[in-house]
């Protein structure tokens, strides 16, 4: 059962082969055939823009014209090449036995002359071989005719590759006669009258007989009902066609290999299968050997990755309670610097309104010291608040959020500031909108954050000369408050909101202003952002969302 199914199965694949492979090899063929013909028709374009052989028609010197052509056609690789003046006469070419002929009436020159494009010819001399020509015009700078170049296309020397093949193999022009062929007595003739000319059989025969490599053997119509596979193919140039005929090779020959080879393949294996059988029992009692010593191995590998495990369990909960303790610490360093840099500010503040109360007790202004007083009161205040406030630095949520005034918390932001920047004698100029700007921010820890930037900026103008410090504020798609000033500007803006990061010498800051802010204006859902200024400066922008309907309820 199996015998016969190999042999109608091989039987239909190698038949199937033999026309796949036959498919193939025309598709190649009419390739080939398509390049050469693309290679050649760009010559004509080529040799026509030549400078020699536009001067040589020009002045009618021809010496060393076809020496140049020579040259040209062992690089192109064409049959021949021709040089035309314009009456037609033969001027140059690579044949010097064509030199002087008179080629006006012939088609390639009578067709190039018309036409302005290269032009492809095929005429059948008298010989019976077809000669294919590519010949364009050369025409001088004012469209004056000059000339003709002609190039030769050898064609027939891809039939002579095309012999060595087991088919019978020729190429038709539009009109369907047989221009190539591996069959010479074939040319000129159609397709049909070449066949009953001579049997396509025979034909074949003597082909592959010229190889030396090819017997039909007996032919057997059983495989696809024919002896022979008629395939075409058209070729995108001018109408042709190429045909061939295939016989089908001793497909018997090899079936009968490869099933006496299957024949002997069985019988092998049933050698085979009885030895295996007599060693089945002894391999497998080795294999179970094998896999007992290996279970051991495994159990005491698993053994020792649980007893490590266990031990990096234990150095991970010990390092997890130590970077537990690291996080307290930091936060400990982190609240203690906070509250040490904030209350420097009503600390400073406090000294100036008490140099001032001084001052003025001494010159007997009572009244206006005892404001001076009152404003301290007021920070003692402030400070109170501000230690209070503190205490939220570290968490998040929005449960001490509301609505506050843009414009009031820096106004009041100046009013705490007002003592140095009079001192500093800083020219500040605000520019704030007529209505309520509304934000949802914590109003005083707002306020600690314009005072560290309105800090920042005094000490970036305490080396200049006319100190200048811009306020803007501008809402849009959201609030923004601009503090801008005419120092030198920022040198590490990467590192800027870094903590512990400053310019400052020591013993004037920690580092910590900006960090702690641009955690504040975070918590606010907002963002603080640094830039210097095109002029020169630095530039600090709080961006918050813009609370929506403000502009409604300022206006009621």
């Known amino acids: 059962m199996t015998i016969s199914v190999s042999n109608s199965y091989l039987t239909q694949r190698y038949t199937e082969t033999t026309r796949n492979r036959a498919e193939i090899r025309l598709a190649i063929y009419s390739g080939n055939l398509q390049s050469e013909l693309q290679r050649h028709s760009v010559v004509p374009l080529l040799l026509a823009r030549d400078p020699v052989l536009i001067r040589s028609l020009e002045t009618s010197g021809y010496l060393e014209t076809s020496a140049r052509l020579i040259s040209y056609v062992e690089e192109i690789g064409a049959a021949s090449l021709m040089l035309l003046d314009r009456g037609g006469r033969v001027v140059a070419a690579t044949d010097r036995e064509r030199l002087g002929q008179g080629r006006r009436t012939d088609p390639f020159f009578v067709e190039a002359v018309r036409s302005a494009e290269t032009v492809f010819t095929s005429n059948e001399p008298e010989t019976g071989r077809f000669d294919f020509t590519f010949s364009r015009a050369i025409r001088a700078q004012d469209n004056r005719l000059l000339g003709v170049i002609v190039v030769e296309v050898d064609l027939a020397r891809l039939i002579d590759r095309w012999r060595g093949v087991s088919e019978a193999i020729f190429l038709t022009n539009s009109e369907g006669a047989i221009i190539l062929s591996t069959e010479p007595r074939w040319r000129g003739r159609s397709e049909d009258e070449a066949l009953a000319l001579q049997p396509v059989q025979t034909a074949i025969q003597r082909a592959w007989q010229a190889t030396g490599d090819f ?66 029992e002894r391999v497998q009692s080795a294999r179970l050997l094998r896999e007992s010593a290996e279970l051991r191995r495994l159990n005491a590998r698993l053994q020792r990755e649980i007893a490590e495990r266990q031990r990096v369990e234990r150095t991970l909960e010990e390092a997890e309670q130590s970077l537990a303790q ?164 920022i040198e590490d803006l990467d590192a800027l909101f870094e903590p512990f990061y400053t310019t400052k010498k020591p013993g004037e800051g920690v580092g910590l202003g900006l960090a702690i802010s641009s955690g504040i204006i975070t918590d606010f859902g907002g963002r603080l952002t640094a830039r210097n200024g095109e002029t020169g400066g630095a530039v600090f922008e709080i961006r918050l969302p813009l609370l929506s309907g403000s502009g409604v309820r300022a206006a009621q």
């Open 215 to 280: 017997a039909f053997g007996e032919m057997r119509p059983a495989f696809f009902d024919a002896d022979m596979i008629r395939l075409e193919a058209r070729i995108p140039f001018r109408g042709w066609r190429i045909v061939s005929y295939t016989a089908y090779t001793s497909v018997r020959e090899r079936v009968n290999a490869v099933l006496s080879l299957q024949i002997m393949g069985f019988a092998l294996l049933l050698a085979g299968g009885f030895y295996v059988l007599g060693r089945r």
């Open 326 to 489: 690291s996080q307290k610490l930091a936060v400990l360093g982190e609240m203690s610097a906070a509250v040490s840099h904030e209350l420097n500010q009503p600390l400073a503040a406090m000294k100036t309104y008490l140099a001032g109360a001084k001052l003025l007790l001494q010159r007997k202004r009572v009244e206006e010291a005892a404001s001076s007083f009152q404003r301290i009161d007021d920070l003692i205040d402030r400070m109170a608040a501000i230690t209070r406030q503190l205490k939220s630095y570290a968490r998040k949520g929005s449960e001490a959020l509301e609505p506050v005034d843009l414009r009031d918390a820096l106004k009041g932001a100046l009013t705490m500031m007002e003592p140095q920047l009079r001192t500093t004698r800083v020219e500040i100029s605000q520019n704030l909108p007529r209505r309520r700007v509304m934000v949802m921010a914590d109003r005083l820890r707002l306020e600690q954050v314009i005072i560290n930037l309105l800090r920042n900026a005094m000490d970036a103008l305490r080396d200049v000369d006319r100190r200048e410090m811009d306020l803007l504020i501008a809402e849009g798609e959201e609030a923004v408050l601009s503090v801008r000033d005419n120092g030198k500007g």
